[in-house]
């Protein structure tokens, strides 16, 4: 536990090293005159460049002791500390070795298409009709909702979808509603995802049109149950009904709702509908409260750039790993499994990770989007509950991962002489969270002060 004895004696130690060095100013400036500034400039830096390191050496000597924890721990570490500010390794411990990152591989998938596709990339959810409209309303054709993986897509926005159609005239439909859902492949688990935990909160299914994260809405407990429920079918019955509801009602007089499916759109109708969410929208969830939906929509989102209709989680692995080239990492030695994580097929090692930390650094298009997004500590998102105290408080913004026996943190801290550190700690092998999780906290507090 975070000792704040322990924190007033290291201060009083740095306070004292402060005071001699103040004490030596004098004799290395001795021979300082008005008429000479640039030797007390000389002096100067002189100081400064004693202060920086004494600060590095002492702050290496305190995590030396963590590895000592570590080697002698029945779990393996891997930790990776990086100057920003002087853009140099400031100290390692098994940094190269690969390990499953959990849910900060959320910050690769972030990194990576926020570098590739821009904070303003558009999630489109976009509605057609085909065929003509008659005289007496009624659509000669059929209605297409065409999904982009928006997992923010909600029912009040169905209802916006049911009013639009509405809105063109249409008071009956003598053709279908279909959902078209090849934007990506048929799979709906992740690579790598275990069977028996699809779909739950943590590990939804996967399908580029749903409704509510596709398991929210009156009858989904009935069509969950079915052999053959598909989310994007489940969005195209929600709209018939929500249809049925404006009376807006299927040409056939037997049928007592506009009838539905799912089909490709051919490309023939008209646009009458367009909702759009952005990158940014959906990383604020993504990263604050680690929400695996969403990494893996802005994880599709880069595999369909340059693959069309059907994109599988190859091409988004594609698309990162050259992000992680661009950052300077090998990618020889890692793996890409999904966006957000809940793979166990993902590895990559701690100064990997940093290094794409450091890259998002560097690229102020990419830094001041992520930042923000970051959880902070003892304040909000998965680090609400963690160090809400000592010099880590407020400081700390870093990504949380999690998985059975994987318990990992990466992200950013202000050390005390100014400088932005990054840092990556992943604990791999650990049997109790909570033993994982205090030995990373007590390392930021010391990363901190």
Not at 263 to 286: A, C, S
């Amino acid at each position: 536990m975070y000792s704040s004895k322990k924190k007033e004696n290291r201060r009083s130690g740095r306070l004292l090293t402060l005071v001699l060095l103040a004490l030596a100013m004098p004799l290395l400036a001795q021979e300082t005159t008005l008429e000479d500034p640039i030797l007390s400039d000389t002096a100067e830096a002189a100081i400064s460049e004693n202060t920086e390191r004494l600060w590095e050496e002492q702050l290496k000597t305190e995590l030396d002791k963590f590895a000592a924890e570590a080697e002698n721990a029945y779990f393996n570490t891997g930790i990776c500390v990086w100057d920003l500010t002087a853009d140099s390794l400031l100290w390692g411990y098994n940094d190269k070795k690969v390990m499953r990152p959990a849910s900060t591989q959320k910050v690769v998938t972030a990194v990576s298409a926020l570098s590739t596709l821009g904070a303003r990339h558009e999630f489109r959810t976009r509605g057609y009709c085909t065929g003509e409209l008659t005289a007496d309303s009624t659509l000669l054709g059929d209605i297409y909702i065409v999904g982009d993986f928006d997992p923010m897509y909600s029912y009040s926005d169905l209802k916006e979808l049911a009013s639009s159609i509405r809105n063109l005239g249409i008071r009956s439909i003598s053709g279908t509603i279909y959902g078209d859902a090849s934007m990506k492949s048929q799979d709906l688990y992740g690579n790598g995802w275990c069977w028996d935990d699809v779909p739950s909160k943590n590990e939804p299914f996967l399908c580029a049109l749903m409704l509510e994260r596709g398991t929210t809405y009156p009858d989904f407990k009935k069509y969950s149950e079915e052999a053959a429920f598909h989310p994007a079918e489940h969005f195209v019955y929600a709209l018939s009904q929500e249809l049925k509801k404006l009376n807006v009602t299927a040409a056939d007089s037997t049928a007592s709702a506009v009838g539905y499916g799912l089909k490709e759109y051919p490309y023939d109708g008209k646009n009458f509908y367009t909702k759009t969410r952005t990158i940014e929208q959906v990383m604020q969830q993504m990263l604050k409260e680690s929400d695996n939906l969403h990494a893996e929509a802005v994880f599709f989102q880069l595999a369909h750039l340059n693959s069309g209709r059907h994109c599988t989680w190859k091409d988004g692995a594609r698309q990162v790993e050259n992000v992680l080239r661009q950052a300077g990492v090998a990618t020889t030695y890692l793996e890409v499994a999904d966006g957000s994580g809940v793979s166990l097929y993902n590895y990559i090692s701690p100064n990997a990770m940093t290094a794409m930390l450091r890259h998002a650094y560097q690229n102020k298009d990419i830094f001041q989007h992520l930042y923000p997004a970051l959880p902070i500590a003892g304040v909000d998102g998965t680090l609400k509950d963690r160090m809400k105290s000592g010099d880590a408080r407020f400081n700390v913004r870093a990504k949380t991962g999690t998985l059975k026996g994987v318990i990992t943190l990466c992200g950013y801290v202000k050390a005390s002489n100014g400088h932005q550190l990054a840092f990556s700690i992943f604990v791999n092998g650990v049997l109790t969270a909570k033993t994982a999780r205090d030995f990373q906290d007590r390392i930021c507090q010391e990363l901190a002060r």
